[in-house]
């Protein structure tokens, strides 16, 4: 017996019984939702390198931490001056944090929300209003099997909702921690449900208190209403020893703008899959991303657009610096479906490898099945323009100082399409410090 037929026949035995435990296992929606998830886990089982989906990751030495899965975990405690390092310098937000998966109300902040915006742990939501969720939380089938998983043994996460016609100021920081050394996994489940012409910014933080070896599959869920704008920021820090998996589903109505900015640093592995569905005439989508590895790190980013409505816009940028023997993966699929005339859309990855061991998998791809449009994509993979370096040099820059100044440039243009002042600069600093010489580059930041 293979060692992931093992760990699918002790999640057999595990599971199900969890199931009758977690929060919302009193409503029958939720129970037959939980149970048909399950199922299609187990029948598409654990992604493996013959999937043409997981085709250049392999996940295997890490998926034994799914089979230490437990629902009455402890909470650990902490102290809000350990959370200091993740939060932005001088950032007014409403703050959420949650810790190993379950929401902590006394390290979160939420006082001054505007009327009639919900900001809920998903745990108290499931078990005392789970009618309110039944409309949003959509099949996964489409998501693939972490996904499914998340499904059937989600326990906590945030839900979010902001009533028609309502601006939220601050910014929303979910910050998401992992607390210890032991080997376990943690179920995320988000929803936000952005009403008619509302706008907000969420700032989806993942960070470690010092070593930590989870395996974190996470899932957001968003409702874009007619006209509604949304930020969406997915903040990657986590432990080199940390194993992050995640993805985002995203339903847009009539003129919605969503603009997704996704950077990964952190993480022996991680992975984000966003599915984008464009279903409103005049909405707008801009994906962003940007993945800065290096040791023995992989990093994937799988992104799908599916233009099914006249007269939409679509842009995607990823950019990726890969270091060392680290791989990078970026699989981006834009589908304009019949009917969707007058779809505007462009789509490109561009990579640096910083050494001869480093590696980029990247495929963009195009389907079109409209007439009429405005499409294009593509990917580079290169090293540094020596050029450049030359120039540089030639103006008094050590080596290692033009070549950072260089790989800051490179990324810094994804930076740069971040609102949110206090982050970007949050976000230039952890970079910064993934860079050889990055103390000397401090100047630069305006």
């Not at 939060?87 to 979160?108: A, K, Q, T, W």
């Not at 952005?194 to 599959?217: C, D, K, M």
């Not at 994804?414 to 910064?432: D, M, T």
Request: proline share 3%.
């Amino acid at each position: 017996m293979t060692e992931s037929t093992q760990l699918t026949a002790q999640l057999q035995a595990q599971l199900p019984a969890i199931q009758n435990e977690l929060p919302g296992s009193h409503e029958s929606w939720v129970r037959v939702m939980r149970k048909c998830a399950l199922d299609r886990f187990f029948k598409q089982g654990i992604p493996t390198t013959r999937d043409e989906a997981w085709k250049y990751t392999d996940i295997r030495k890490y998926t034994e931490r799914l089979g230490a899965f437990s629902v009455e975990k402890p909470v650990s405690e902490i102290s809000v001056e350990a959370l200091s390092e993740f939060y932005f310098e001088n950032l007014e937000c409403h703050r959420v944090v949650i810790v190993d998966g379950r929401v902590s109300p006394e390290l979160s902040s939420l006082n001054t929300l505007p009327a009639g915006v919900r900001v809920e742990s998903m745990a108290r939501m499931l078990a005392e209003e789970a009618h309110l969720l039944e409309p949003y939380m959509h099949d996964q089938h489409l998501a693939g099997a972490f996904s499914e998983l998340n499904a059937a043994i989600m326990r906590d996460g945030i839900y979010i909702d902001i009533p028609d016609g309502i601006v939220v100021e601050k910014p929303l920081h979910l910050l998401f921690l992992s607390h210890g050394q032991d080997e376990d996994s943690t179920h995320i489940r988000n929803l936000i449900v952005a009403g008619e012409y509302s706008q907000a910014t969420v700032i989806e933080h993942f960070g470690s208190l010092g070593e930590s070896r989870v395996f974190i599959n996470a899932a957001t869920d968003v409702e874009l209403h007619t006209g509604a704008r949304l930020e969406h920021y997915k903040l990657q820090q986590s432990d080199i020893n940390e194993v992050n998996i995640g993805s985002i589903r995203v339903h847009q109505h009539r003129d919605s703008y969503y603009h997704s900015h996704s950077v990964a640093f952190g993480a022996a592995l991680s992975r984000r899959d966003i599915h984008v569905e464009i279903n409103g005439e005049g909405a707008e989508c801009q994906l962003n991303g940007l993945y800065l590895v290096g040791g023995r790190q992989h990093v994937d980013h799988h992104t799908r657009i599916d233009h099914l409505r006249p007269d939409c816009r679509s842009r995607e940028s990823y950019k990726g610096i890969i270091d060392g023997r680290a791989r990078a993966v970026f699989n981006g699929k834009v589908v304009v479906h019949k009917g969707a005339d007058g779809t505007d859309s462009a789509q490109s990855n561009a990579n640096l490898l910083l050494s001869d061991r480093a590696e980029i998998d990247t495929k963009p791809d195009l389907e079109i099945h409209a007439d009429d449009v405005k499409c294009a994509h593509g990917a580079t993979v290169g090293q540094l323009d020596m050029n450049q370096l030359f120039y540089l040099r030639s103006r008094g820059l050590a080596v290692e100082e033009a070549r950072n100044v260089l790989m800051f440039a490179f990324a810094d243009e994804v930076l740069a399409k971040i609102k949110v002042p206090e982050v970007r600069r949050h976000l230039e600093r952890v970079a910064f410090e993934k860079l050889p010489c990055g103390t000397d580059l401090e100047g630069m930041l305006v």
